[in-house]
């Protein structure tokens, strides 16, 4: 059993290390990063916004159903819709988010659309994440802090959440990835203009979008496999950076 545990995951990382090794020997001596410029800081600036827009939400949702919700149908609805919300394709959400978003509030095609129905669509994973990461911490911990006299509120802050933060990093890393792979729900809302926006207003180009427009027009597969190393470059930088916190705040965790 153990051996095919071990030959499992084995197969599993040679798999990865195959498919991001073909990506990057086919990609690495065709980045220009002049050309690219643009579609990195839309990317970029799309998942600092979706991040600043769903992660309080998403994580304060969790924090209600966890630690303040009663158990009934009422929070068996919520946890019912939220599953539902995760299992919903891409597309939809895309042609949801420019409906409601491009058309009827009249955001056009916007960074500003873009980011709102990515933030919808990530929802689902950060709730669902930070509910797990919450539900980790003992109750021992809730226990002896409201048995020195914190209150909830003062419990849920400084000794619940501080124990979650690695859950919680987790939960935005999961997102962060989604939206950088993300391609229909952003050709459909944020638009295809390869320029520097000027404001949130403004349509632009994420690198993934870029990278499926280059494929399907065949206007150059060498040039789509630049645009795939640079996404595999920013996911793996985000990645080391976010588990590096990660890491702090368990040393600093443990050492309290």
Same mark, same amino acid.
């Given at each position: 059993?153990?051996?095919?545990?071990? =030959?499992?995951?084995?197969?599993?990382?040679?798999?990865? @290390?195959?498919? /991001?090794?073909?990506?990057? /020997? !086919?990609?690495?001596? #065709?980045?220009n990063?002049? &050309?690219?410029?643009?579609?990195? =800081?839309?990317?970029?600036?799309?998942?600092?916004?979706?991040? @600043?827009?769903?992660? +309080?939400?998403?994580?304060?949702s969790?924090?209600?159903?966890?630690?303040?919700?009663?158990?009934?149908?009422?929070?068996?609805?919520?946890?019912?819709?939220? #599953?539902?919300?995760?299992?919903? +394709?891409?597309?939809?959400?895309?042609?949801?988010?420019?409906?409601?978003?491009?058309?009827?509030?009249?955001?056009?095609?916007? /960074?500003?659309?873009?980011?709102?129905?990515?933030?919808?669509?990530?929802? *689902?994973?950060?709730?669902?994440?930070? &509910? #797990?990461?919450?539900?980790?911490? +003992?109750?021992?911990?809730? #226990?002896?802090?409201?048995?020195?006299?914190?209150?909830?509120?003062?419990?849920?802050?400084?000794?619940?959440?501080?124990?979650?933060? *690695?859950? @919680?990093?987790? %939960?935005?890393?999961?997102?962060i990835?989604?939206?950088?792979?993300?391609?229909?729900?952003?050709?459909?809302?944020?638009?295809?203009?390869?320029?520097? *926006?000027?404001?949130?207003?403004?349509?632009?180009?994420?690198?993934?979008?870029?990278?499926?427009l280059?494929?399907?027009?065949?206007?150059?597969?060498e040039?789509?496999? %630049?645009?795939?190393?640079?996404?595999?470059?920013?996911?793996?930088?985000? !990645?080391?950076v976010? !588990?590096?916190i990660?890491?702090?705040?368990n040393?600093?965790k443990? &050492?309290?």
């Amino acid at each position: 059993m153990k051996a095919l545990i071990w =030959l499992s995951a084995a197969v599993t990382v040679g798999i990865l @290390i195959w498919i /991001i090794g073909y990506v990057v /020997i !086919n990609g690495i001596t #065709e980045i220009n990063i002049k &050309e690219l410029l643009s579609q990195i =800081l839309i990317t970029l600036y799309i998942i600092f916004l979706t991040i @600043i827009v769903s992660a +309080p939400i998403g994580i304060l949702s969790a924090i209600y159903l966890v630690e303040y919700a009663k158990k009934g149908k009422f929070v068996r609805l919520i946890r019912f819709a939220t #599953e539902c919300l995760a299992s919903i +394709p891409s597309i939809i959400f895309g042609l949801f988010g420019m409906i409601l978003f491009v058309v009827i509030l009249g955001f056009g095609w916007s /960074i500003l659309a873009g980011t709102v129905t990515l933030s919808i669509m990530v929802l *689902p994973t950060i709730i669902r994440t930070t &509910e #797990e990461a919450l539900k980790s911490v +003992p109750d021992s911990y809730r #226990e002896g802090s409201l048995g020195l006299g914190a209150s909830k509120l003062r419990t849920v802050m400084l000794v619940i959440l501080p124990s979650a933060m *690695p859950g @919680i990093l987790t %939960a935005v890393i999961l997102s962060i990835g989604r939206i950088i792979g993300e391609t229909a729900a952003v050709y459909l809302t944020a638009g295809t203009v390869a320029r520097i *926006p000027s404001s949130i207003m403004d349509s632009g180009r994420t690198l993934s979008v870029h990278l499926y427009l280059l494929a399907k027009e065949g206007i150059s597969f060498e040039k789509a496999y %630049a645009t795939a190393t640079i996404l595999i470059i920013i996911v793996l930088f985000i !990645n080391l950076v976010t !588990n590096k916190i990660a890491k702090r705040l368990n040393k600093s965790k443990m &050492e309290v």
